[in-house]
């Protein structure tokens, strides 16, 4: 077994409270593009400012709504792939282990996880654009977008877009963890979009390891103890015991 490997096998091993950070790249084996890989990241096909903004959303509601569809149907058609399936196996091996995920698909909880910080929201919920709050029932609803039940406004997805604070309590929830914990592994990110971005250097202040796992380089290359270079269905599995 390789050297680095090794090492983070040992990191790991050792720790009394991991916490384990992801984006897009933990999803990609299961089928679910990423944001800024340069052939296959939807971004390098779609346009952020037309469909990930409030801005965007108000002017042409049912092109964005639609995206959000598709994009719901695809993810509703994945299964958690062997790297997802790592994660749970760590926390069922511990008993505890908090995921602070960027992902707005639901993966870590369908394959087990049970403490998942959902930084970005989530695809499967729609919220009122007026501020009512969450929506339920408007799954069977074929407009595009469907409305609000009290006030009639468009629902949009429940997840943030550019220039739109983060759920207050999934920050001070992944706050706290990396504050506390003693390990952070951080996961299939370009670690390029903030707030999120923080939480590495946040864990690394207070004295956390941390441990890498790209297939490409990352800002957070330059704190971590350990880089594992390759994709994270290969390398997660490897670090169990
Ligand atoms: C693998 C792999 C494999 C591949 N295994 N790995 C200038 C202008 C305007 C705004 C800003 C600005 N400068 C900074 C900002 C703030 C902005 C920001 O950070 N922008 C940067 C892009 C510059 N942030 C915000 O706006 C945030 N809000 C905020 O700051 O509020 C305060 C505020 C209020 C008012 C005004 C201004 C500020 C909100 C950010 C919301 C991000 N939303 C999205 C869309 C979510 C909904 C949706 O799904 O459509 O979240 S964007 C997108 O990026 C998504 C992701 O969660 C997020 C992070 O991406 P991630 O997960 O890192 O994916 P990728 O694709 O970037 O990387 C994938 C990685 O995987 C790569 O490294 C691959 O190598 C790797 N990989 N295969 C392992 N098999
Ligand atoms: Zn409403």
């Not at 390098?44 to 995206?67: C, H, I, K, M, Q």
């Not at 923080?198 to 390891?209: H, I």
Request: negative net charge; charged residues 20%.
């Amino acid at each position: 077994m390789n050297t680095e490997l090794q090492r983070a096998r040992a990191l790991l091993a050792a720790s009394g409270d991991p916490v384990v950070f992801t984006g897009a790249g933990v999803s990609a084996e299961s089928g679910i593009p990423t944001f800024r890989d340069a052939l296959t990241g939807l971004w390098a096909e779609y346009d952020p400012e037309t469909l990930a903004t409030e801005a965007g959303f108000r002017a042409n509601p049912s092109l964005v709504w639609d995206w959000y569809a598709s994009r719901r149907e695809r993810i509703g058609q994945a299964e958690p792939n062997p790297a997802h399936r790592a994660i749970a196996a760590i926390e069922a091996a511990r008993g505890r282990v908090t995921v602070v995920t960027q992902n707005v698909d639901g993966l870590h909880a369908r394959a087990g996880s049970s403490d998942v910080v959902e930084l970005h929201g989530s695809i499967l919920r729609a919220r009122c654009l007026a501020g009512c709050g969450p929506a339920s029932g408007w799954e069977a609803d074929l407009r595009s977008p469907p409305r609000c039940r009290h006030c009639e406004a468009p629902l949009r997805p429940d997840v943030v877009w550019f220039g739109e604070w983060l759920p207050h309590e999934a920050v001070a929830a992944a706050e706290a963890a990396a504050a506390r914990c003693d390990l952070m592994l951080v996961v299939g990110t370009s670690a390029q979009v903030y707030p999120a971005a923080e939480l590495p250097f946040r864990a690394r202040r207070s004295g956390a390891e941390v441990i890498v796992i790209n297939p490409e380089p990352t800002e957070i290359d330059a704190i971590a103890s350990v880089v594992l270079r390759g994709r994270a269905g290969e390398i997660l599995p490897a670090l169990l015991p």
